[in-house]
């Protein structure tokens, strides 16, 4: 069984910072797809970012030259670092793992951490 614990959401203001963790338990983390999505109230979980076992990454344009996704295999943790934060990047934030396409049935997913950007 895979867990996921998301941390480092709050609220910031509009062109502030944050930096959103999540730690994984168990074998997979090293051998899966990882990523963050994000969802707001009455919209349906988009993805952010991922990161794949080799290390490419992939970026919701909303989010390029914002946003870094990275993850610290050794330590199973993944990180999203948020810059130029604007209020419509409020959202719960879901870190995400897969051993295959992540998103699809058989995804872990984390509690989620709630971001918000005041104006």
């Known amino acids: 069984q895979v867990q996921l614990v998301e941390s480092g959401g709050g609220l910031v203001q509009a062109g502030g910072s944050l930096r959103l963790s999540c730690a994984a338990s168990g074998s997979i983390f090293s051998a899966a797809a990882t990523g963050w999505y994000r969802q707001s109230i009455e919209k349906q979980r988009d993805l952010v970012a991922v990161i794949t076992k080799g290390g490419s990454t992939s970026y919701a344009d909303s989010v390029k030259g914002r946003f870094t996704i990275s993850r610290d295999n050794a330590k199973n943790t993944l990180y999203l670092q948020m810059n130029s934060l604007k209020p419509e990047d409020t959202a719960v934030y879901y870190c995400?793992?897969?051993?295959?396409?992540?998103?699809?049935?058989?995804?872990?997913w984390g509690q989620g951490t709630q971001v918000t950007v005041s104006s």
């Open positions: 995400a793992a897969s051993a295959g396409i992540i998103g699809a049935p058989g995804t872990y």
